[in-house]
Nanobody, 125 residues
Framework: EAQLVESGGGLVQAGGSLRLSCAAS????????IAWFRQAPGKEREGVSC????????YYADSVRGRFSISRDNAKKKVYLQMNSMKPEDTAVYYC??????????????????WGKGTLVTVSS
């Protein structure tokens, strides 16, 4: 059974850092780009960042570019999201999702084959 499991969420003060992890199992990890989405209270889910399956190309939403960094370790089947200079508006449930390689960072959630259950990140002011 394919599975994505997020970890690393928690409470952090504004200006602080957190690193989220996404552990994959049950599918061919190398064939998939992995993205991070987030959903803040009362808002729609939005794409945050994505890393390609092949050459490590990375994508970032404008709101996090320069503060967040995505990376992957194919040997460990993990993707990481390093979040620095965090702001209260980064507060959300963060989800990782897997999409077949070659599609870039699609906004259409239906294109993603697998989703994790999310991890809560709270940034206090």
């Amino acid at each position: 059974e394919a599975q994505l499991v997020e970890s690393g969420g928690g409470l952090v003060q504004a200006g602080g850092s957190l690193r989220l992890s996404c552990a994959a199992s049950g599918f061919t990890f190398d064939d998939y780009a992995i993205a991070w989405f987030r959903q803040a209270p009362g808002k729609e889910r939005e794409g945050v960042s994505c890393i390609s399956s092949s050459d490590g190309t990375t994508y970032y939403a404008d709101s996090v570019r320069g503060r967040f960094s995505i990376s992957r370790d194919n040997a460990k089947k993990k993707v990481y999201l390093q979040m620095n200079s965090m702001k209260p508006e980064d507060t959300a449930v963060y989800y990782c999702a897997a999409v077949r390689g070659g599609l870039g960072f699609p906004a259409m959630e239906a294109l993603y084959d697998y989703w994790g259950k999310g991890t809560l990140v709270t940034v206090s002011s």
